[in-house]
């Protein structure tokens, strides 16, 4: 059963704020004795998977391993949280592919690292 954005951490401008909400369903018992794999979309200050860990844990999954497609080069962090990388890059914020600037530009065919200028220019 899989399960649409279960962690999200509300991002406004190129910041995390501190609010992390778990969306859809709380109750994950039918992962007990199962093995898990999380897929991230983008992993960085790992504030977001590490809170989804710890909940995913709870249900008592068998085993739960991290992929995430682009995991930054941020010290100390998401090289222990993921188990398969698709892409590291650098500590940069990138938008595309799904990947929002306060709401804008997830509809990109790329991924990309947004200017000064854009984030000016889309700041709220």
């Known amino acids: 059963m899989g399960l649409r954005e279960p962690g999200v951490v509300y991002v406004q401008n190129d910041q995390s704020t501190e609010e992390l909400h778990i969306i859809g369903s709380r109750d994950l018992s039918f992962l007990r004795g199962k093995s898990v794999l999380i897929v991230e979309a983008i992993v960085d ?5 590490k809170a989804l860990l710890k909940h995913v844990e709870t249900f ?14 941020v010290p100390n962090m998401a090289d222990s949280l ?3 990388v698709g892409f590291e890059i650098p500590n940069h ?5 799904a990947l929002d600037y306060n ?12 200017s000064k200028t854009g984030k000016m220019k889309y700041k709220v």
Request: aromatic fraction near 12%; charged fraction near 25%; hydrophobic fraction near 40%.
């Open 45 to 49: 200050t790992g504030k977001t998977m």
């Open 103 to 114: 709401e804008y530009f997830r509809d990109l065919n790329h991924i990309c690292v947004i």
């Open 60 to 73: 008592e999954p068998k085993m739960v391993k991290v992929s995430g497609l682009l995991v930054k080069r």
């Open 82 to 84: 993921t188990d398969y």
């Open 93 to 97: 914020f990138v938008v595309g592919y």
